[in-house]
């Protein structure tokens, strides 16, 4: 967004409070990120490790294997630290 | 509302405070004891203890969770006091910026006191024009009644939904805090009726969950710094509603300034708090001599009056400020950049003569005020331009 289309200080509510609960989920924080992390699906066991230790959380659940919330998650690679099986690389950002 | 025959209760200036916030049915107090507040918060106290409010006092191990407690439970809809003086205040600094960026419309008595070092105990502005630029509302009271009564409309100042910013009500440190006066105390029913219970605009409330204290990055933060400086330039219209309402209350009118002897005036002091009664005696009886002089009394220092201030000040040759507060290495002390500030946009520039006196509680005698006074009337009155001196230093 351009900083023109983001409302005006008439719009905004006072004192920078959120009134709607739930808003992180708008901020998209996966511009941050400089590496990414990648899933080779066939090594995943779906323990959940990554799962639990993503911070924002940004690993999300399937019946087989995780997959990635590219819309938030940082690229911090925590997941691929502490996946067991080695299933996760962290590669450049093209 | 028909005005109540008046009690008058011989009180300190801290007593009269610790009064009126009782008075002003606040849920909550939190504050540290500092010389020359203590008084405040030992009354305050003594009043809980002995069931006068229904307030909670929260005991706290610095003036900076003091801060931090009201700001909490101002943002859960209560309506919360605090006193601090000096030090204490210093120590508040960062939480003063949330209470007032977080729109808290808290009240804070503050017995003004130099700051250390060399430590002094004694009246001086250095405190609260060290938080100048915080974002409260600041007001500088003359007397006891003042005091007493500044408390009561404050809290209707801060909340007005026009304005939702916190008041600091300021005092010199003992000539108010600890001189004993006859004060006119203001009947309960009276004042529940002037200051209802508190209706928070926005407030902690599980039902309704909202999230406060945000990160705002370049692409917002100046425009939360707009919103205040809006509610801060809705400070007259709300002031100007709140002081017409207390007159009809109590007798007593407010103005956001005093004007005294100005319109034919040559020479003016212009001056803050305890001293401005001193300065007006002395101008009465300069004027009795025919000599050419008037005072100007600033009230309410933020938001500060400028367009007025101009006005009132521009036809003079000579205007003296009496400064209780310095600004080291700058040209002059806060009170006197904002006054030449007033003067910038006027035709006629009059003489500013920033006198720098009464620091660290040294007493500002009606000789020492008519002294300066003499000097005003000496300079030369084609002179313009600013100049500051140090007045009753020894060399």
């Known amino acids: ?94 | 509302m028909s005005i109540k025959k008046t009690q008058l209760v011989p009180m300190s200036g801290s007593e009269a405070i610790a009064k009126a916030a009782i008075q002003s049915n606040i849920d909550f107090i939190s504050a540290y004891p500092i010389t020359p507040q203590t008084i405040i918060v030992e009354r305050l106290s003594d009043l809980v203890a002995d069931g006068e409010t229904k307030a909670k006092f929260v005991n706290v191990e610095s003036e900076h969770s003091a801060m931090s407690a009201c700001v909490g439970a101002s943002l859960a809809g209560g309506r919360a006091f605090t006193a601090t003086s000096s030090q204490g205040l210093a120590l508040m600094h960062e939480v003063l910026y949330l209470a007032s960026g977080l729109r808290c419309p808290i009240v804070m008595a503050v017995a003004n006191r130099a700051l250390s070092a060399p430590i002094n105990i004694h009246g001086d502005h250095s405190d609260m024009m060290g938080s100048r630029d915080s974002g409260w509302i600041q007001l500088y009271v003359e007397n006891g009644q003042e005091a007493y009564d500044w408390v009561l409309q404050a809290y209707r100042i801060a909340e007005d939904e026009r304005v939702s910013l916190p008041f600091s009500v300021n005092m010199d440190g003992y000539v108010i805090t600890h001189s004993v006066e006859p004060i006119a105390l203001i009947d309960q029913d009276a004042i529940s009726k002037f200051l209802p219970p508190r209706q928070a605009l926005l407030k902690l409330d599980t039902e309704k969950p909202i999230t406060i204290g945000t990160l705002t990055l370049p692409d917002f933060y100046t425009e939360f710094k707009r919103q205040q400086e809006e509610a801060m330039r809705n400070v007259p219209k709300a002031f100007a509603e709140v002081t017409r309402d207390f007159t009809q209350l109590s007798g007593r009118s407010y103005d956001r300034f005093l004007p005294y002897e100005i319109e034919d005036a040559k020479v003016a002091i212009v001056s803050l708090g305890s001293a401005s009664g001193t300065v007006r005696w002395v101008a009465r009886n300069l004027r009795k001599k025919g000599l050419p002089v008037g005072a100007l009394k600033i009230a309410l220092y933020r938001p500060f009056p400028h367009e007025e201030v101009g006005r009132m000040l521009e036809g003079l040759d000579v205007v003296i400020v009496l400064e209780r507060a310095m600004s080291l290495g700058s040209h002059c002390g806060p009170l006197a950049s904002d006054i030449v500030c007033s003067l910038y946009n006027r035709s006629e520039q009059p003489k500013v003569l920033d006198v720098i006196a009464g620091l660290g509680g040294r007493d500002l005698s009606p000789d020492s005020i008519e002294q300066i006074f003499r000097t005003g009337l000496g300079t030369t009155p084609s002179s313009t331009g600013l100049e500051m001196e140090f007045v009753g230093v020894r060399e």
């Not at chain 1, 998209?28 to 490790?49: A, H, M, V, Y």
């Open chain 1, 1 to 94: 967004m351009s900083p023109e289309s983001k409302p005006g200080w008439r719009q905004l509510a006072r004192g920078a409070v959120i009134v709607e609960p739930g808003s992180a989920k708008q901020f998209k924080t996966g511009d941050w990120r400089t590496k990414k992390p990648i899933l080779q699906e066939s090594k995943c066991t779906n323990c959940l490790f990554c799962w639990i230790w993503c911070p924002e959380p940004a690993i999300m659940r399937g019946p087989k294997a995780v997959s990635f919330d590219y819309d938030h998650c940082k690229g911090c690679g925590i997941c691929a630290v502490e996946c067991p099986v080695h299933a996760i690389t962290m590669v450049e950002e093209a």
